[in-house]
Structure formats: structure tokens, C-alpha cells
């Protein structure tokens, strides 16, 4: 048994995102997973908040604020202050047809929006912050929909801890979900595993980056290379 204490999250906040397809108050089984999860982030002392994807007019889009760009209306701008403000993102959604929900590509597109801002160091916006994904369903896809969602977070500046992932399907074809009686979910200790190792990564991994005052600025500041610094880099041939 290791002897190392569990770190503080004091002073780290954390967003989950759940795109699920069911709006409120109907219950959702992501949300499930999502209360363990946070559980254990609140309980190290993170800050943590839960937006329901579909309880918002989130207007498809790869803009900030899609009403100039033809929805008559638009919740997102109003959301981003708390996606912008957290330390830890999840997505968090449902397998569909072997593939995540659209609400979790509608979420994703938007981060996209975001992704040319620039934070105080003039480093794209979200790097520093740090990423995971939770996925439920009763059909094969974990893997699938976590990797998409991964790849899509570190794409536009996420750092991606060891184990970001967690998530539970009950028996392949239809079939009980995780909330139902008699799942096996809940009880599942592969699932409950994951979501424990994930989320203590998460903090792991936010807590070095906050202390280190982030990813260093070095060699990563679009301005700079805008006005020909190189980091080091030469592409000449003759250099080579």
C-alpha cells in the first residue's frame, strides 16, 4: 500500500459537461458516473460545477457567439464564462450507434470557437487547463468515444493526464442502463476503478500545472512566431 498522501485540490476548480440527450429533471445515467467523479474531486477540496448540455440553447456553430452568424438565439456565450474559468474539464455523454452524442459534438465545436483566444501569457486560451471523459451506454464504444473526445480536448490546448478516461456499458444490444436495478453498475469495480484513478490524475495533473504557473511559454506563443521568432526551429536544408 502506498504511503503518500493525497494531494490538496484547494484553490483548483473543475467542470463537467453532460451531454446527455434526456433534459432535466429526468435522471441520466452519465450524471451518475458524473457525481462519483466529482465526488472525490470535492472531497480533496476542488471546486466543482455541472452544466446539462441540453437544459441550454447551445446553437450548433464554430463561432463564440452564433447569433451573428444566423441563430436567433444563443446560451453558449453565457456558459463560457465557467467552461473558461475551470481548471478541469470533463466531457461527459452517452454511446449512440457506437459513436458519442451530438450534444458532446456540439460541445466540442464550440470549445473549437474558442480555440484562437489567447490567455494572459499569449499562449492559446486553454492551455494549463486539463482534460477527461466519462461515457455510458449499454453497447460497445468507450474507447471510440473517449479517444475522439481526448484527442479533440488536447487538439485545441488540453493537457491529457495518464487514465482520463472512465466509463460503464452494461451487456452488449438493449439491455438495463447504469442506473437501472440490477445493472451491475453502480457495483461494477472496473468502472469504479477508472472513475477513481481518472479523477485523482485530473487533479494530479491540474495541481502540477497550477503550481507551476502552467505549460512554460516558450516555444508555443503564436505572436512570437508570428513575428519570425523560431524557438530553435530551422527547417533550411543546409542547417540539417
Known amino acids: 500500500m502506498t504511503s503518500i498522501h493525497a494531494p ?6 473543475a467542470l463537467y459537461i453532460n451531454c446527455t440527450l434526456k433534459s432535466s429533471p429526468e435522471p441520466s445515467n452519465t450524471d451518475a458516473l458524473i457525481e462519483l467523479s466529482r465526488t472525490t474531486l470535492e472531497r480533496a477540496g ?48 452517452p454511446i449512440w450507434l457506437g459513436d458519442q452524442s451530438s450534444l458532446s459534438r456540439r460541445v466540442i465545436e464550440r470549445l473549437y470557437a474558442h480555440s484562437g483566444e489567447l490567455n494572459e501569457k499569449g499562449q492559446y486560451v486553454f492551455y494549463g487547463k486539463v482534460g477527461g471523459a ?16 481526448l484527442y479533440s480536448l488536447q487538439h485545441i490546448g488540453y493537457t ?11 451487456e452488449v444490444g438493449p439491455g438495463p442502463s447504469y442506473l437501472d436495478e440490477g445493472s451491475g453498475g453502480p457495483e461494477n469495480d472496473f468502472t469504479n476503478r477508472n472513475l477513481a484513478f481518472m479523477a485523482w490524475n ?26 519570425g521568432e523560431r524557438f530553435g526551429f530551422d527547417h533550411n536544408p543546409e542547417y540539417r
Open 46 to 93: 476542488v471546486d466543482t460545477d455541472v452544466i446539462r448540455a441540453v437544459d441550454h440553447d447551445i446553437a450548433p456553430g464554430i463561432y463564440p457567439d452564433m447569433t451573428g452568424h444566423g441563430a436567433a438565439t444563443d446560451e453558449w456565450p453565457a456558459l463560457w464564462p465557467r467552461v473558461k474559468s475551470a481548471d478541469i474539464l470533463v466531457i461527459a455523454g
Open 8 to 13: 490538496s485540490g484547494r484553490g483548483l476548480s
Open 202 to 227: 485530473l487533479l494530479h495533473l491540474a495541481r502540477v500545472l497550477t503550481d507551476a504557473g502552467g505549460i512554460p511559454p516558450y516555444g508555443n506563443v503564436p505572436e512570437d512566431w508570428d513575428d
Open 160 to 170: 491529457i493526464p495518464p487514465q482520463a478516461d472512465a466509463g460503464w456499458i452494461g
Open 134 to 149: 466519462i461515457v455510458t451506454g449499454n453497447e460497445d464504444g468507450i474507447k471510440h468515444v473517449a479517444s475522439n473526445v
